[in-house]
């Protein structure tokens, strides 16, 4: 799985129309978020640090969640933008939820153990798993 990052507003008219998840490492304005919005008709998922979170407006989590887009909290930590605009989700994460469903283990249990494990926050992992 891979997670589009977004560093500056000004890349918002240069993303691929097709992105599905995107990282915003910028505090985003409403206007970022609409213009992502219309730009990327299939993005699923916007993903902002925690320390911008508080500063979405409750008008823009309303549009968002009747756009059926999930805001979660979250960062891409040990990313280099210059290398790659992607940050990519280890396969591993993906072998080490269906071992542990294997196992009859539950999805809140899962995201929990994998988010003291890892890198990723506990709603990054529910969309993993729901996806998988």
Known sequence: MKIRVVSKR????????????????????????????????DVEVIQIPTSYRRTVSKSIEMFMEMQNIKLIEGDVWGHRKDINEYYTVSPAIAERINALRSEGISDEIIAEKLSREG??????????????
């Not at 890198?119 to 998988?132: A, D, P, R, T, V």
């Open 10 to 41: 000004e890349e918002i008219e240069k993303l691929d129309t097709d992105e599905k998840i995107i990282h915003l490492a910028f505090r985003p304005s409403n206007e970022d978020i609409f213009n992502l919005v219309k730009r990327c008709k």
């Open 119 to 132: 890198k990723l926050k506990k709603e990054m992992l529910f969309y993993i798993l729901s996806q998988s």
